[in-house]
């Protein structure tokens, strides 16, 4: 079956402009989460959804990033106002529902660079 | 609060050697442990994991780890390496907080090379 996709996998962008990444999961995995992948800072969790619920936003490390997950299913984080410190793989990941043990099925990534 | 750490950024071996990869986790309750291997230019995949019970576990591609509570480890071993286990490993904790949201938090990784 169909895993995780990712849109686009690549994006270069200029510093200052806004991008919007796109995850589809996989069919009727409830939890979605987004993670950032970078050579400093290495796998970094930035926001989970489950279902209906509020989502936990925890790790989105400033208010230029934000994620939405319409119908349940497909998710869009949006950085505003990129900085180059925004480069960086983000990964999205689906599971059949958000508890500890749910293995987690991730995507090939978006792989943002900042000019 | 959960932490990991991987010890070694990078591991070479030799083909048909085994493998050890190490790591050790902080946790304040009993963790839920990972392992997931990333090929270059994919996505991240699961090798294996510990919930509870048996703590040697079994995954894909012949890899086992051992949960060791005492010692609070979780190191990843095959006993023999082939050139296609080259990649980057890392270990996870699943983090509890509020609703046990089952998000994770991942060590640094290893990169594993293997020569002939």
């Known amino acids: 079956g169909a895993g995780v996709s990712q849109s686009p996998s690549n994006k270069v962008t200029e510093k200052g402009k806004d991008v919007e990444l796109r995850c589809d999961p996989i069919?009727?995995?409830?939890?979605l989460y987004w993670y950032r992948q970078s050579l400093g800072q290495g796998l970094e969790f930035l926001i989970y959804f489950q279902g209906n619920s509020a989502p936990d936003k925890s790790g989105l490390p400033s208010d230029r990033f934000s994620a939405e997950r319409t119908g349940g299913s497909v998710s869009t984080l949006t950085i505003q106002r990129t900085q180059q410190e925004d480069s960086a793989v983000y990964l999205c990941?689906?599971?059949?529902?958000?508890?500890?043990?749910?293995?987690?099925?991730f995507g090939p990534g978006t792989r943002l660079t900042v000019l | 609060a959960q932490s990991v750490t991987q010890l070694g950024s990078h591991v070479s071996v030799s083909e048909g050697a085994l493998v050890l990869l190490r790591c050790n986790y902080s946790s304040s309750v009993p963790p839920y442990l990972f392992w997931y291997v990333q090929y270059p230019n994919q996505g991240l995949q699961l090798l294996l994991k510990y919930t509870t019970g048996a703590t040697l576990v079994k995954g894909i591609n012949g890899f086992e780890a051992e949960f060791k509570k005492s010692e609070t480890s979780f190191h990843l071993t095959k006993p023999s390496a082939h050139m296609s286990d080259a990649a980057e490993y890392f270990c996870?904790?699943?983090?509890?907080?509020?609703?046990?949201?089952?998000?994770?938090?991942f060590g640094q990784g290893t990169t594993l090379q293997v020569k002939p």
């Open positions: 996870a904790v699943s983090a509890l907080g509020s609703g046990n949201t089952g998000k994770l938090i």
């Open positions: 990941a689906s599971s059949l529902g958000g508890t500890l043990f749910n293995e987690q099925f």
């Open positions: 069919s009727g995995h409830t939890a």
